[in-house]
Nanobody
Framework: QLQAFGGGLVQPGGSLRLSCAAT????????MGWYRQGPGKQRAWVTY???????DYTDSVKGRFTISRDGAKNTVYLQMNSLKPEDTAIYYC???????????????WGQGTQVTVSS
């Protein structure tokens, strides 16, 4: 299973760091990533990272969010800087064997962690 941590309430312009660890019977994880679901919105892809360190981000977070990974621990991190109210969402981590698993939302999922950006 995947367990995500690090959400909370932060003021606009602030920072948060999310983490997500894969534990238990999860095998062949080559790609990990994050999605988010804002109020009244559908779950949407945010970023991914491959075993080889390749990353990509949705346009709205480029330059502000950074994904990293500890492969030995099957843990993924999301450093979020310059947060905006529109970043408010439940953030879900995901993991899969292939990039298609992650981008197609077909991999493993964590329980989600709430991020609220508000003054």
């Amino acid at each position: 299973q995947l367990q995500a941590f690090g959400g909370g309430l932060v003021q606009p312009g602030g920072s948060l760091r999310l983490s997500c660890a894969a534990t238990g019977r999860i095998f062949d994880i080559n790609v990990m990533g994050w999605y988010r679901q804002g109020p009244g919105k559908q779950r949407a892809w945010v970023t991914y990272i491959t075993n080889g360190g390749n990353t990509d981000y949705t346009d709205s977070v480029k330059g502000r969010f950074t994904i990293s990974r500890d492969g030995a621990k099957n843990t993924v991190y999301l450093q979020m800087n310059s947060l905006k109210p529109e970043d408010t969402a439940i953030y879900y981590c995901t993991a899969g064997r292939t990039l298609g698993d992650v981008l197609g939302a077909r991999g493993y999922w964590g329980q989600g962690t709430q991020v609220t950006v508000s003054s």
